[in-house]
């Protein structure tokens, strides 16, 4: 399984209409090929509670960089979420773990 990582610092004020926005998009990335899991997770650390985590399970690296941003869903996802973020956020893949406890 391949991990999807993204840190999406939301314009502050704009998280609730953000989150409300990321249920729309939810099902137009889990119904994807090769799509696992997702997790959004807000940030604790005082000062951060307009930065997310967000972490998609892949079955293949291809499965996202190749369908799902190639697909007609991607559009929708984008009109829906990319005016949220500044920055805009850098995604990063990771392999298996290489240590678990």
């Given at each position: 399984m391949i991990l999807e990582s993204a840190l999406l610092d939301v314009l502050p004020g704009q998280e609730d209409a953000f989150l409300?926005?990321?249920a729309g998009a939810r099902p137009l990335i889990?119904?994807?090929r090769g799509f696992r899991s997702l997790e959004l997770r807000r940030c604790l650390d005082a000062g951060g509670t307009s930065r997310f985590l967000l972490q998609v399970g892949w079955d293949t690296l291809e499965d996202h960089t190749e369908?799902?941003?190639r697909s007609p869903e991607y559009?929708?996802?984008r009109e829906l979420l990319h005016r949220f973020y500044d920055p805009f956020p850098t995604v990063e893949h990771y392999g298996e773990p290489l240590l678990t406890a």
């Open positions: 409300a926005a990321f889990a119904a994807q369908g799902f941003r559009g929708q996802w």
